[in-house]
């Protein structure tokens, strides 16, 4: 947070238990199917099945084993790179993700077995 009213915005949504901001809404479970569009991005956490085969979706793994914690619908970030289907952290600046370009974060960090 960068300036108070920031920090009594976020206080007064975990008080109101909307956790919406902008365009971004964090919810328990799945949204309704009406809720998902092409232009909806969704992050799910992979045992709510929200987004039916995980496998042709952008993931996001864990870095122990690379098992899928997260799956993506719609992608749009990543959706131009080649991606991998497990992660191979190569230097200890990886972990710095807020310090790498598209590319670099998108090769690292998300995963896609098809």
């Known amino acids: 947070y960068d300036t108070k009213s920031e920090i009594d915005l976020a206080n007064k949504i975990i008080k109101s238990k909307d956790y919406t901001y902008g365009k971004v809404s964090v919810i328990h479970g799945c949204p309704t199917d ?43 970030l990543c959706l131009g790179y080649q991606l991998p289907k497990y992660y191979y952290i190569h230097r200890i600046e990886d972990m710095h993700i807020e310090d790498l370009d598209v590319e670099h974060f998108c090769g690292s960090w998300i995963a896609r077995f098809n």
């Open 34 to 76: 009406s809720a998902i569009t092409s232009r909806t991005v969704l992050i799910s956490h992979e045992r709510f099945g929200c987004v039916g085969d995980a496998k042709l979706k952008s993931q996001i793994l864990d870095v122990k084993d690379s098992g899928t914690v997260f799956v993506i619908e719609n992608d749009k």
